[in-house]
């Protein structure tokens, strides 16, 4: 069994208790029905992340049932939750850890309206400054892939690798989320919802209309540098994907 420091450890339990604690918010927003869904976290210097297990009601996660895995996927033996199965989706969370270590949190949702965008395999065009000011611009489709194995995980990091948008819609699935921590991840997944919902209402009544694209730069520009408090993780500088 592998030994941690006593500073390994209280990292460990500070990011088992933010992930449980951020699936609350999934169900908050009505992200996610029954147990679909799961968010992780980045070990910040370890190579390790913090998962759901599967098929576990969002009412009895804890802490304590949070499931610790390497970034190859492999949950870590002999540590809290590591006698429950991760979730489906633990082989995607991992090869995002592996190939872009700016990233320190992954959520999936398959909150509706994203979800439908995604089922018509249909990128959510950039028609709303709420939208440039978080996403930089459209949000993109990825490639329709197999849960279980890294399938998705590539799909993901081929889609947001060098792209502004911190959402991808996996084809036929749903949205993947990315941040530079699990709250920013839980964020953009709360953020990618409501402008699926928006702009979806908005095509019903007509044309939508398009921002230009120096105006979605300068807007992105603003509220991720200049809009908030100094000490915000949007301003930390890592969140250009």
Known sequence: MTVYSEDVLATIDAVRADVAALHAELVRYGLVVWTGGNVSGRVPGTDL?????????????????????????????????????????????????RHMPEVGGVVHTHSTYAVAWSARGEEIPCVITAMADEFGGPIPVGPFAIIGDDSIGRGIVETLRGHRSRAVLMKNHGPFTIGVSAKDAVKAAVMVEDVARTVHIAR???????????????????????????????????TDQ
């Open 49 to 97: 992340f913090v998962i759901k297990p599967s098929g576990v009601s969002y009412d009895d996660l804890a802490p304590e049932n949070m499931i610790l895995c390497e970034l190859d996927g492999n949950v870590v033996p002999g540590t809290p939750g590591s006698e429950r199965s991760p979730s489906s989706d633990t082989a995607a969370h991992a090869y995002v850890y």
């Open 204 to 238: 019903q009544g007509g044309d939508l209309v398009p921002i230009a694209q120096d105006a979605i730069d300068r807007l992105y520009d603003r509220y991720q540098n200049v809009y908030g408090q100094a000490g915000d993780e949007r301003r930390a500088g890592e």
